[in-house]
């Protein structure tokens, strides 16, 4: 039987792209994720998670969809942030052929959600197992292997940005106070923000409002 685990890295950033990872193994090699020291990507150092992640192609293959920033902002325009990971989890998963998804539940309610991906998915989906839960990243090695791999593309994705801007914004979350300077500092030397700022996000469009203000002031 085969198993896919999905999980995302990157849902909350203000700065880059969400990455949801796919994970697809023989149940019977789900073990040698376990011997591998795989676990929750949150819990390894970035050598370790690193290092587990040029071995997971030894055991099972690996998918990865990529939500830019620019789609996050045109698609909150329709839909919320959990529909929008629905709708990447979805393509993820359609372009494997599990016999059972384990995915780590972004909502409240698991059945609910499993029906939301089904409905998505095409028609010979309908009769995969699904199971959805909180932790499940941390619970079942496949999802830990696809967090692993989001969060491994992730990381690539914002050291990529850092050497693009020559500015260490650290993780791109709004709690970083470097993403704000970044933000600030970017806006004030080319009028708008950098096209992988999430605009939609409060963090960008208090900036954006704080300049503008400022711009009236001085006027």
Known sequence: MKVLGVDEAG???????????????????IERLEELGVKDSKKLSDRKRESIREELGDVGDFS?????????????EVMNLNEIEIKAFVD??????????????????????????????????????????????????????????AKSAREEHVEELKQKYGFDF?????????????LRKYLEEFG??????????????????ESEQRDLDEF
């Open 92 to 149: 993820v998963i359609s372009r494997t052929d599990p016999d059972k998804v384990i995915v780590d539940l972004p909502e409240p309610d698991g059945d609910r959600f499993i029906r939301k991906l089904k409905s998505e998915l095409p028609s010979d989906f309908q009769d995969v197992e699904f199971v959805a839960e909180h932790g499940a990243d941390d619970e079942y090695p496949v999802v830990s292997a696809a967090s692993i791999v």
């Open 11 to 29: 849902r909350g950033p203000a700065i880059g792209s969400m990455f949801v990872g796919g994970f697809l193994v023989e149940e019977e090699d």
């Open 170 to 182: 650290k993780s791109g979350y709004a709690h970083d106070e470097e993403v704000s300077q970044f």
């Open 192 to 209: 708008e923000l950098p096209p992988e700022a999430r605009e939609s996000w409060k963090t960008c469009q208090r900036i954006v409002k």
């Open 64 to 76: 990865m969809r990529e939500v830019t920033a620019s789609e996050i902002d045109e698609l909150r």
